[in-house]
């Protein structure tokens, strides 16, 4: 975002086909082992806790428009832990341990403490939610998200009246995110929305997409989805939810605070100051399309800012 003055790339970037159609297989393999091994009774230890998923609804938030092509959405990714070009995720994160995986919860909060991830989103109530993902950069794709609402969460933790911002963080460890040790952000990666963003029903929180858990290089082991907020707002890898008083400090807007606001809010009128935001490029179209206000989702969340100066608060 910071490194380019020409905000979209080539199909080019996009790693070859062969890798993830492989790496596919490898999970499904091991999910059928994990299945036979639980239909043949025998006791599968801690290590073995399964993160099999069951989705038990579906919604498609984006009914007229294809998929994204699966190799793209594993292969052309932001997640400057793991590199800032676009294939540097998927190859640099290919080893980064997501299991066991646990969250801490603080702040102005109920129920604070440190929950395995199996203990904060029920694996076997889960949803499939397809939602347009549209990077600041100007480039879109459609993805098929695996998780729970964040609302969902937050119920299970039970946040005080107090709270009136909720933080997220991601994963600080240079060892195995190499990104970290170029100061490119300042680590780790900090997100945050308003308590009645997080508590909307799109606001989401993802633990697979397509029919897998989710790949490293996307976020694994769970990751926030805000479809009418630019990608950035969208924190890979979760390692703390905080819930406070005062609008928390985020990453992107520490560094650039005229190019990426707290809101970030989808919107066409207003231009990336190296950028215009009135069109983007949906990746595996030749063809450039409109952005939409709120990214389509303005019905669901337009009222969310009534009053507000969309301008001032970009
Ligand atoms: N921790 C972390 N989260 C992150 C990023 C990142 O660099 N680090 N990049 C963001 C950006 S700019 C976008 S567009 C989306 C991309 O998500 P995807 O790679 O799964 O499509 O992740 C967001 N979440
Ligand atoms: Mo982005």
């Known amino acids: 975002m910071l490194f380019r003055n020409k905000p979209d790339l080539t199909e080019n970037d996009v790693t070859s086909k062969g890798l993830y159609l492989r790496r596919r297989e490898f999970i499904r393999l091991g999910a059928g082992v994990l299945g036979a091994m639980t239909l043949g009774g025998l006791a599968c230890g801690p290590a073995m806790a399964a993160r099999s998923l069951k989705i038990v609804k579906k919604t498609n938030l984006t009914p007229d428009e294809k998929l994204t092509n699966y190799d793209a959405v ?112 300042n680590w780790p990666y900090r997100e945050g929305l308003r308590m009645d963003e997080a508590a909307h029903d799109l606001t989401f929180l993802a633990v697979g997409l397509f029919d897998d858990i989710l790949p490293n290089q996307n976020g694994a082991p769970v990751r926030l989805v805000v479809p009418w907020k630019y990608g950035f707002k969208s924190i890979k890898s979760i390692v703390r939810i905080s819930f406070t008083e005062q609008q928390p400090p ?65």
């Open 250 to 314: 985020t990453s992107w807007n520490m560094l650039a605070p005229r190019e990426y606001g707290f809101y970030a809010n989808v919107n066409p009128a207003v231009s990336h100051p190296r950028w215009s935001q009135a069109t983007e490029r949906r990746i595996g179209n030749f063809f450039r399309q409109d952005t939409l206000p709120f990214n389509g989702y303005a019905e669901q969340v337009a009222g969310l800012y009534s009053g507000m100066d969309l301008r001032k608060n970009y």
């Open 74 to 185: 594993v292969g052309y990714n932001n997640f400057y832990e793991f590199g800032t070009g676009k294939t540097d995720p998927a190859e640099n994160a290919k080893g980064f341990v997501t299991d066991p995986w646990s969250v801490k919860i603080d702040g102005e909060v109920e129920k604070p403490g440190i929950y395995a991830l199996e203990d904060l989103i029920d694996f076997n109530q889960l949803e499939q939610r397809i939602y347009r993902l549209r990077c600041v950069e100007a480039w879109s794709m459609v993805i098929p998200w695996i998780g729970v609402p964040l609302a969902c969460v937050m119920k299970k933790v039970a946040p005080l009246s107090k709270a009136k911002y909720v933080a997220f963080e991601t994963l600080l460890d240079p060892k195995q995110m190499p990104g970290q040790h170029r100061s490119v952000l």
